[in-house]
């Protein structure tokens, strides 16, 4: 999870073995203010029934092309959504994060902890 505004790592989630990004969302139960803004991308079709407040980019329905109004919201969503991609790519210059993970399974989640952590500090989000 990432404020859009201080472009600072708030939480960083696990999940055990290989599972879709919006399970893990789902099987964390993370408390998020009604208000809050969520921005997803089209691998999280259904999170309007976990949180009312979040914008997907519209996908084309077989057959029919999306519109020009759709296109162009589709456009300034993921405008917005640019900056989280940057931010994986700021955590995944740490190779330990990239490649095969060979350490000790038990300690994952505090190897990500400490990349978030020190991104954060990196680019002076905190």
Not at 7 to 36: T, Y
Not at 60 to 82: F, T
Not at 110 to 123: C, E, F, I, M, P
Request: charged fraction near 20%.
């Amino acid at each position: 999870m990432i404020c859009l505004l201080t472009l600072a790592i708030l939480s960083v989630v696990m999940g055990k073995g290989q599972q879709h990004d919006f399970s893990v969302f789902k099987d964390s139960r993370l408390l998020l203010h009604p208000d809050a803004l969520l921005l997803a991308d089209s691998g999280y079709q259904g999170i309007h029934k976990h949180h009312q407040n979040s914008n997907l980019p519209i996908k084309k329905k077989k057959g029919q092309p999306l519109s020009a109004e759709d296109k162009a919201y589709n456009k300034i969503l993921s405008k917005q959504r640019v900056f989280i991609e940057h931010i994986n790519r700021r955590c995944k210059i740490f190779r330990i994060v990239k490649n095969v993970y060979r350490g000790k399974h038990k300690h994952y989640s505090l190897t990500w902890n400490l990349v978030a952590a020190l991104v954060n500090l990196r680019y002076g989000c905190i």
